[in-house]
């Protein structure tokens, strides 16, 4: 932990001494305290008071801080390096169901960085280098959701939408937008981490970020995110994907100066396949993001919930998650 007088450490406990009794830190400032990779420098930090208390304006230099009332129970509250934060599924659920801030959302509504948020909470943990395990599961973030308490809480149905993507094996949060991008443009949720062999006699091992699968595994069409934290890596990465594509794979490399071009070349390329196998895949537009991605929620739930209900150990949920969205005609 820095101990810099300006890194966000710092100021969380300098924060941490003029904060109301039974107010903690929330949102992206307690998930990047719990250990995810979520959090960025523009952020407001979230404060987070019980209802019953007032609070007047806190300002701390260079650390921009927003307050809100909501319930906060034993359960929802702990501590890290000795500030008070939400629970790690508190946090979860607050970035679940808040409107995410402007960061490339192309649609109101769009899940994209409730997604991003989610999985990068799920990831931690997952490494065996860290001994501590994962934080929580997508099972146990699903059945906080669905809890009584919530029913009335803005934004319960858009967490609830969010948990149907719940993919701990999301490496960045980068990867788990691409992949609320393809499902916004109307595309199945693609294969996370798929791994092929690749090299001489296919003995090294190589995973594919995002994976559409083709003719029993004879054709791929894999997409990853290539961000800065992986400049200083460059020529294995070179390597590394041109022994992908010498595997037959239809590969592409998004960043962020080429996202709204190879992207796209992607999407169509995935979309012809698809319809070549008979699937029907529709065209939408950015703005309808929002929609689909939801739509593509409430498969994913009757989807989930039949194969539970086929599972000889499958037990009846007490509550069914919040939902708003139709049940597609059988």
Not at 21 to 41: I, K, P, T
Not at 98 to 110: E, N
Not at 185 to 208: C, S
């Amino acid at each position: 932990m820095s101990t810099r007088p300006d890194s966000l450490h710092t100021l969380l406990h300098a924060l941490t001494l003029v904060l109301p009794s039974g107010a903690v830190v929330g949102g992206s400032a307690a998930a990047l305290l719990h250990g995810a990779d979520y959090r960025r420098d523009t952020d407001p930090v979230p404060v987070i008071v019980p209802r019953d208390i007032e609070v007047h304006p806190i300002r701390i230099r260079n650390l921009p801080v927003k307050v809100t009332h909501a319930e906060l129970l034993t359960e929802d509250v702990t501590r890290m390096f000795g500030i008070p934060v939400t629970a790690p599924l508190r946090t979860a659920f607050d970035l679940t169901r808040s409107t995410a801030p402007a960061r490339r959302t192309p649609s109101s509504g769009d899940l994209r960085e409730n997604v991003a948020a989610l999985n990068a909470l799920l990831s931690v943990g997952r490494d065996q280098a860290q001994a501590h395990g994962p934080l929580f599961t997508p099972e146990q973030f699903r059945s906080y959701v669905a809890r009584e308490r919530f029913y009335r809480w803005r934004g319960v149905r858009r967490a609830a939408a969010v948990a149907e993507f719940a993919h701990p094996e999301a490496e960045s949060p980068e990867e788990s937008r691409l992949l609320m991008d393809l499902v916004g443009a109307g595309l199945p949720v693609p294969e996370l981490q798929y791994e092929i062999g690749i090299g001489t006699g296919g003995r090294r091992r190589a995973r594919l970020d995002l994976c559409y699968v083709f003719d029993q595994g004879e054709t791929l069409v894999a997409i990853e995110y290539d961000g800065e934290v992986h400049k200083d890596r460059r020529h294995e990465d070179v390597e590394r994907w041109q022994l992908i594509r010498d595997q037959g794979v239809r590969f592409y490399v998004v960043t962020s100066k080429t996202r709204d071009t190879v992207l796209p070349s992607a999407m169509a390329d995935v979309k012809a396949r698809l319809r070549r196998q008979g699937v029907v895949v529709g065209d939408y537009h950015p703005r309808q993001a929002a929609r689909v991605q939801r739509e593509t929620a409430e498969r994913l739930r009757l989807a989930r919930e039949a194969a539970e209900r086929d599972s000889p150990s499958h037990h009846p949920p007490q509550r069914r998650l919040p939902y708003t969205y139709q049940t597609p005609p059988r």
